[in-house]
C-alpha cells in the first residue's frame, strides 16, 4: 500500500523550532517532487515548500522562505520540514504530498497525500 506518514508535529511556543517528517512506504520517493502544504482553520490549503527527490531541488512560496528548509534522507526514504522562529499564525495541519516532477503549488498536481500532522503554536 503507497502511504506518505507525516510525524513530528506538535505543541509549541512562539519562537520555537520544529521538524517534520514524511516518510514514504509502499514506493520510493525517487520519482516525485514532494511538498508541504498547510491548512489553518477555515483557509484553504496552502504551499509552503517543495523538493525534487532525485535530485534535491528545493523551492519555497515567497512568504515562507527563510524560516522554513525543506530536506531529504534519500537512504530512509524521508522528507523534512524544518520551522524555525514558529508564529502562532503557523498553526495549521501540515500535510505532504508526492507529485509528478515539474509539480508546484496546486495541490491538484499532487497524487499521494498523507494524513496530516498538526502544529500548534500557542503560548
Known amino acids: 500500500q503507497l502511504q506518505l506518514v507525516e510525524s513530528g508535529g506538535g505543541l509549541v511556543q512562539p519562537g520555537g523550532s520544529l521538524r517534520l517528517s514524511c516518510a514514504g512506504s509502499?514506493?520510493?520517493?525517487?520519482?516525485?517532487?514532494i511538498g508541504w502544504f498547510r491548512q489553518a482553520p477555515g483557509k484553504e490549503r496552502e504551499g509552503v515548500s517543495c523538493i525534487s527527490f532525485s535530485d534535491g531541488t528545493t523551492s519555497y512560496v515567497d512568504s515562507m522562505k527563510g524560516r522554513f528548509t525543506i530536506s531529504r534522507d534519500s537512504a530512509k526514504n524521508t522528507v523534512y520540514l524544518q520551522i524555525n522562529s514558529l508564529k502562532p499564525d503557523d498553526t495549521a495541519v501540515y500535510y505532504c504530498?508526492?507529485?509528478?516532477?515539474?509539480?508546484?503549488?496546486?495541490?491538484?498536481?499532487?497524487?499521494?497525500w498523507g494524513q496530516g500532522t498538526q502544529v500548534t503554536v500557542s503560548s
Open positions: 509502499g514506493f520510493t520517493l525517487d520519482y516525485y517532487v
Open positions: 504530498a508526492a507529485g509528478s516532477p515539474g509539480a508546484g503549488w496546486d495541490p491538484a498536481e499532487y497524487y499521494y
